[in-house]
Nanobody, 123 residues
Framework: QVQLVESGGGLVQPGGSLRLSCTAS????????LAWFRQAPGKSREFVAQ???????DYGDSVEDRFTLFADADKNTVYLQMDNLRPEDTAVYYC?????????????????WGQGLEVTVSS
């Protein structure tokens, strides 16, 4: 019912910047939150940042002060601006959405994942 389409990954040198985007589309009543997680090789998935429908933002400890979330509500899109990137930021980045959808004519909250984007920070 909800599709999350990500774009913006790639290769960047240490200290560089990248901007990821995640756009929600499909049939939903409301997007309650859009978030980013990441998973480095051999590690578990890690929370990066989240923006809620009321505009509140949360960041993981390892990215606070370097990564910034902003949104275009009209396009149901959230952007993750990543600055001062480090080699340890190398991972597959996943968009995660919480949406209010209709199931059997009743509104329920459901969650969705994007397909993932590779981000590589290397010289």
């Amino acid at each position: 019912q909800v599709q999350l389409v990500e774009s913006g990954g790639g290769l960047v040198q240490p200290g560089g910047s990248l901007r990821l985007s995640c756009t929600a589309s499909g049939k939903f009543l409301r997007i309650n939150a859009l978030a980013w997680f990441r998973q480095a090789p051999g590690k578990s998935r890690e929370f990066v940042a989240q923006m809620s429908s009321n505009g509140s933002k949360d960041y993981g400890d390892s990215v606070e002060d370097r990564f910034t979330l902003f949104a275009d509500a009209d396009k149901n899109t959230v952007y993750l601006q990543m600055d001062n990137l480090r080699p340890e930021d190398t991972a597959v980045y996943y968009c995660h959405g919480e949406a209010l959808v209709l199931k059997d004519l009743a509104p329920v909250e459901d969650t969705y994942w994007g397909q993932g984007l590779e981000v590589t920070v290397s010289s």
